[in-house]
């Protein structure tokens, strides 16, 4: 597991550095379309960046998801918590699909 001093290990540890730079891509499309409602962009251009964003944003969450599901899950259930992290779970995807 972890020592005191060091950062506990997540599902997404070792695709961090990935995760990291998808979600500063995704915060460099927000900043265009910040550029594009200044500029008066053609709202179907400005609404078809935000589906580009979300996704992405998407893409980012399936793979927190795929780390839970293989490290946390497993570490849980182990710990006798297979139910709890089941639930967590599935209520984080649930959130997840309620849009709009």
């Given amino acids: 597991m972890t020592s005191p001093s060091s950062s506990p290990v997540r599902g997404y540890t070792a695709s961090k550095d990935q ?10 499309q ?6 594009m409602v200044d500029d008066d962009r053609y709202c179907i ?26 490290h946390c899950m ?13 639930g967590e779970m599935m209520a984080a995807v649930g959130r997840l699909m309620k849009r709009g």
């Fill in 19 to 28: 995760l990291l730079a998808r979600l500063r891509r995704v915060e460099g």
């Fill in 30 to 35: 927000v900043r265009g379309i910040e550029k």
């Fill in 45 to 70: 251009d400005v609404l078809t960046q935000i589906s580009a964003i979300q996704a992405a944003l998407d893409k980012v969450a399936l793979g927190l998801l795929d780390g839970h599901a293989r």
């Fill in 74 to 86: 497993r570490e849980g259930a182990a710990d006798g918590r297979a139910d709890e992290m089941a």
